[in-house]
């Protein structure tokens, strides 16, 4: 891969994180996610990606990353972030810029916003799966 030049922002440019090593640009535009779960993207087998999201209200789903971990960073805002875990439901907040939680592989998670909030995902996302959240 040729050598990336000047500036990128994780607002118009994610990241593939390559399992030997390898850093991609991914460009972000209205298809991205629809290709990435259609597998036009590749299919992350032992990878991540890198990704930021604004968020102003709760996440309406659930969603599980059966093959990895994945960390959630805040960058601003607050957040609760609510992990169903084997043994019981445990509630992390998220308040302070650079705070962040490690969501156990398997571990199904959501998120209560308290206010807009801007988060970094690192997410080992091959077989991701998502449900509705109950209401």
């Not at 390559?18 to 990878?47: C, K, R, T």
């Not at 059966?66 to 019981?88: K, W, Y």
């Amino acid at each position: 891969m040729e050598p990336v030049t000047g500036p990128l922002s994780l607002t118009s440019t994610f990241l593939r994180l390559g399992n030997q090593g390898s850093i991609q640009p991914l460009a972000v535009d209205q298809q991205f996610w629809q290709q990435l779960a259609s597998g036009q993207l590749g299919d992350f087998h032992h990878e991540y990606l890198v990704t930021t999201h604004a968020c102003e209200a709760d996440w309406p789903s659930w969603e599980m990353h059966p093959l990895g971990d994945e960390l959630v960073c805040l960058l601003s805002g607050a957040v609760t972030f609510i992990l169903q875990l084997t043994d019981a439901e445990r509630h992390v907040e998220l308040d302070t810029a650079g705070s962040f939680v490690i969501v156990p592989q398997g571990a199904w998670h959501t998120a209560k916003v308290h206010s807009p909030s801007v988060l970094l995902f690192i997410t080992a996302g091959e077989g991701t799966q998502h449900r509705a959240a109950s209401t």
